[in-house]
């Protein structure tokens, strides 16, 4: 689903990926941990090019990310192709990133509406069962400042859900959270890998979920790729000295 | 035990009695309200036994027919400035920065010059526009010409004055829109952009209405800046408040008079904008706060049902307003 041949990305001088090879196959949950300043963030974003990469080939289900290849040459998309990319990948982030000025349900329904042509009475029925399967059927008209912050991250899951994406990218989806918040969004995201059987990418320092949800882990560090297997394997028996210290220090 | 007020149902004595303290006095504000009282009356006691003064004229010209008809061409004046300022504003702040650099720099070069110069001078740039353009045409290459038209019949003393106070507006409105809409985190742009939106889209449907709380006031404070300036197109002899006032003052010699005549219309009018604006900043206040504040009529049906209220006792009271319906 997800294919990087060594991806690099640099901000200024600053080289945040250095040479990133992974591949995520259909219906597999990958979680990535490390470090802050490895390099995760930066990589989930590239996938759905929210920044650009310098090198490397990286691409979604066959497809360049952010270009075409005819023959030996590549040509950036256009913006219209770049936006239809994005809309069959959805996106968590860390800070929820709601439309404070929608409702609920307003937001669920937005990108449907606008960018699906969808209509708006078939959005708004879709937004209310997406919004019951994230467990706030009683939220439709609440304003997301009316919510708390594991009630918003499930809105912004259900958000994303509504477009029907191929691919989920989660950004630290519980790092912004109170502790005691966390586990029901967790929840959420255990039941799109189970019962949907969605393509996940998770950027996470959660390694209960990583162990029990993910069907791989890979661990990150200075923009490389140090170690990646079975998330059980790794968690218990880390094969490089940088990913022992790490799970050290958080586990 | 925890600390705070009673749970509904836990036994009143629990709570320790209310504070009952001497509340400090202010002398101060005693004297000065008796300096403040003592100088109004005395400003106004000047003004009213001011031998030469009229108030009889002020009376008579208040709902005078020219001034009554200066007044609705003052409000015309102002609705359609604002009108192009707003939307050419908005145009101009998105172009201002727009990725596009071409777009963005016509923008910047825009605001430069409406913004550089004196709207009174652009009013008089348009209205003595026909003595070096008598007519004005637009022909495609190849002769054919698809309108013709003097201009002074195109742009009249009233059109003048609209291009000149719209166009100098929009400058000042870009850059306030521009603040707006740098003001939006910009994780809402992202989030957006993830669902698949268009740049566009993005502005329109979700950076926009959320700058719309910081452009709003600013866009107030010129609306009433506006129907001010708009008495600058009398030197566009265009016949709104201010010129009616000077045309009747010429005429007879009651110069403060109908100065008064003229503010208290002016009053009058900045006093109901202000009303609106509130309205306005409550309606895009919404999703930022959690209850929404009162209209200034809640508020005062709140005070008259509260000023007089018992200081809040223990255990529960039925009969308080509930802030929380």
Known sequence: MVKAEAVHKSFGRLEVLRGIDLEVYPKEVMCI?????????????????????????????????????????????????????????????????????????????????????????????????????????????AYPNQLSGGQQQRVAIARALAMEPKLMLFDEPTSALD???????????????????????????????????????????????????????VLANPQHERTRQFLSKVL | ??????????????????????????????????????????????????????????????????????????????????????????????????????????????????????????IFFWYNLASILPHIALSIPGGHVLFHASTNDLISPFTAAILGLGLNEAAYMAEIVRAGLI????????????????RLLVMRRIVLPQAMRVIVPPTGNETISMLKTSSLAFVATVPELFTRQEQISNANFDVIELAIVASIWYLAMTSILTVGQYYVERY?????????????????????????????QAGPVPSLPSQHP
């Open chain 1, 33 to 141: 941990i490390g470090p802050s300043g490895s390099g995760k963030s930066t990589f989930l974003r590239c996938i759905n090019h929210l920044e650009k990469i310098d090198a490397g080939r990286l691409s979604v289900d066959g497809e360049l990310v952010g270009y075409r290849e005819r023959g030996n040459q590549l040509y950036e998309l256009p913006d219209r192709e770049i936006c239809r990319k994005r809309s069959e990948i959805g996106m968590v982030f860390q800070r929820f990133n709601l439309f404070p000025h929608m409702t609920a349900l307003e937001n669920i329904a937005e990108a449907p509406i606008q960018v699906k042509k969808m209509s708006r009475s078939t959005a708004e029925a879709q937004a209310r069962s997406l919004l019951e399967r994230v467990g706030l059927a009683d939220k439709v008209k």
């Open chain 1, 179 to 233: 502790p005691e918040l966390v586990g029901e969004v967790l929840d959420v995201m255990r039941a799109l890998a189970n019962d949907l059987g969605m393509t996940m990418v998770v950027v996470t320092h959660e390694m209960g979920f990583a162990r029990e949800v993910g069907d791989s882990l890979v661990f990150m560090d200075g923009g490389v790729v140090v170690e990646a297997g079975k998330p059980r394997e």
């Open chain 2, 1 to 122: 035990m925890p600390v705070g007020p009673p749970l509904p149902g836990s036994p009143a004595g629990l709570r320790p009695e209310a504070i009952k303290a001497i509340p400090v006095r202010h002398p101060w504000r005693w004297v000065s309200t008796v300096v403040v009282v003592a100088i109004v009356a005395e400003v106004i006691y000047i003004f009213v036994t001011a031998p030469g003064m009229s108030w009889g004229a002020v009376q008579q010209y208040l709902f005078g027919r020219l001034i009554l008809q200066g007044i609705v061409v003052t409000l015309e004046l102002t609705v359609l400035a604002m009108v192009i300022g707003v939307v050419l504003g908005v145009v101009m702040a998105v172009m201002r920065l727009s990725p596009n650099p071409v777009v963005s720099w016509v923008s910047w070069f825009y605001i430069w010059f409406f913004r550089g110069t004196p709207v009174l001078v652009q």
């Open chain 2, 183 to 198: 003001s939006v985190e910009h994780g809402q742009t992202e989030a957006a952009q993830a669902l698949g939106m268009t």
């Open chain 2, 284 to 312: 895009f206040a919404r999703g930022t706060q959690r209850e929404l504040p009162l209209t200034p009529l809640q508020r005062f049906r709140r005070m008259l049902f509260t000023f007089h209220a018992p200081p809040p």
